[in-house]
């Protein structure tokens, strides 16, 4: 079968590779497309990044094989599904703080190889908690979002966002514009703001009530500030990690409210803003990944048009995968889907039977 594997030169290169058997338990899936995330842009591009790893995590696939006596597991052979790649253990004192990302059983747990594969393993863990079958009604690449829009679900959860707050949403990539329907959704007014017009754009066709051009810090914090209530934004969103996204969210929030941030940065040493946190008593939230229970939102929010992904996603081929990273790194496109096989209806590829 072929995989995309990272290289030394920060691009991945597609090579054979055995295919996954099933040892005692879980699943054999063939992957029908994945999406890039913008953590696997990082990963990749990592001057200190490993070789020979398989990235990739939003996966839409059809179980090939099923070897399991959990009676908890309700999949079979032909469905179609989405998992989500980390399992928690449910035990651990995150666990039962609710901080599932941060357990280590949910850090170590992953496909094997990984999403950019023809075909990967799935554990039975991965069957139980994670992976689940795609309403009809959902295409191939809207399921591919389950993943990503479990993540934004998550941020708002833990932000507690509710009617009528007031919510900005820096950088309007696809998570961005999820993440502002998942707000609206919650009750909020939501502003989203970027630099980009084909984004500004893509978010008001989504329902945004406001999309708006990053002008300056001056002229954008004090309309954003106009509009909420004159006093500033409830929660702010960070989905862009640059230093200009910090000082407008710190410009931009009221007195006691909440930035979220939900991106890395090149950077480790961001500046604190201490004085800010202190005298206006704001609240930084980090937010990273989700839980099963996400995930389980995330599909059914999907399936009812809660979140849509029109128009946001790029389809390539696999051995255009490459190019599909170069023109989300430069911002030609804002989402890109990895078409990896064709459907099951299509069996020259069939090597299960
Ligand atoms: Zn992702
Ligand atoms: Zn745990």
């Known amino acids: 079968m072929k995989t995309a594997v990272s290289?030394?030169?920060?691009?991945?290169?597609?090579?054979?590779?055995?295919?996954?058997?099933?040892?005692?338990?879980?699943?054999?899936?063939?992957?029908?497309g994945c999406g890039l995330c913008g953590s696997d842009l990082v990963k990749i591009k990592d001057k200190n990044g490993l070789?020979?790893?398989?990235?990739?995590?939003?996966?839409?696939?059809n179980i090939v094989e099923i070897k399991t006596l959990n009676k908890n597991i309700h999949l079979k052979k032909g469905d179609t599904i989405v998992a989500g790649h980390h399992v928690p253990c449910y035990e651990c004192h995150y666990c039962n703080n609710k901080n599932y990302s941060m357990c280590s059983k949910f850090?170590?747990?992953?496909?094997?190889?990984?999403?950019?594969?023809?075909?990967?393993?799935?554990?039975?863990?991965?069957?139980?908690?994670?992976?689940?079958?795609?309403p009809d009604n959902l295409s191939e690449v809207e399921a591919s979002f389950c993943e990503p829009a479990a993540c934004c679900i998550r941020a708002i959860k833990r932000a507690?966002?509710?009617?009528?707050?007031?919510?900005i949403i820096i950088g309007l990539g696809s998570i961005g514009i999820i993440m502002g329907q998942v707000a609206k959704h919650y009750?909020?007014?939501?502003?989203?703001?970027?630099?980009i017009d084909e984004r500004i754009k893509a978010a008001e066709n989504l329902?945004?009530?406001?999309?708006?051009?990053?002008?300056?810090?001056?002229?954008?914090?004090?309309?954003?500030?106009?509009?909420?209530n004159d006093i500033g934004a409830d929660q702010v969103f960070l989905t862009s990690g640059s230093k200009s996204s910090l000082d407008l969210a710190i410009k931009s929030v009221r007195n006691g409210g909440k930035i979220i941030v939900f991106s890395?940065?090149?950077?480790?040493?961001?500046?604190?803003?201490?004085?800010?946190?202190?005298?206006?008593?704001?609240?930084i939230i980090g937010c990273y990944s989700a839980s099963p229970e996400d995930l389980k939102d995330s599909i059914a929010m999907l399936g009812k048009g809660i979140i849509k992904t029109d128009n946001l996603t790029t389809v390539y081929d696999f051995d255009d995968i490459n190019l599909a990273i170069d023109d989300t790194v430069n911002n030609k496109i804002i989402k890109a889907y990895i078409k990896i096989s064709q459907n099951k209806n299509d069996t020259n590829k069939e090597q299960f039977k």
Do not use: M, W
Not at 7 to 32: D, F, M, W, Y
Not at 208 to 225: A, N, P
Not at 270 to 279: F, L
């Open 160 to 167: 507690e966002t509710k009617q009528n707050d007031k919510v």
């Open 264 to 283: 890395s940065i090149s950077s480790p040493y961001a500046y604190i803003h201490n004085n800010d946190i202190y005298y206006k008593e704001l609240s």
């Open 107 to 134: 850090k170590q747990t992953n496909f094997v190889p990984g999403g950019f594969s023809e075909y990967i393993f799935l554990s039975e863990d991965h069957l139980e908690h994670t992976a689940i079958k795609v």
């Open 207 to 228: 329902g945004f009530d406001e999309s708006i051009k990053f002008e300056s810090q001056e002229i954008t914090s004090k309309y954003i500030i106009k509009q909420c």
């Open 187 to 195: 009750g909020a007014y939501v502003i989203g703001c970027d630099l």
């Open 7 to 32: 290289t030394t030169e920060q691009n991945l290169r597609i090579k054979e590779a055995e295919l996954p058997t099933i040892e005692h338990s879980g699943a054999i899936v063939r992957i029908l």
């Open 51 to 61: 070789e020979n790893i398989v990235h990739g995590h939003e996966i839409v696939g």
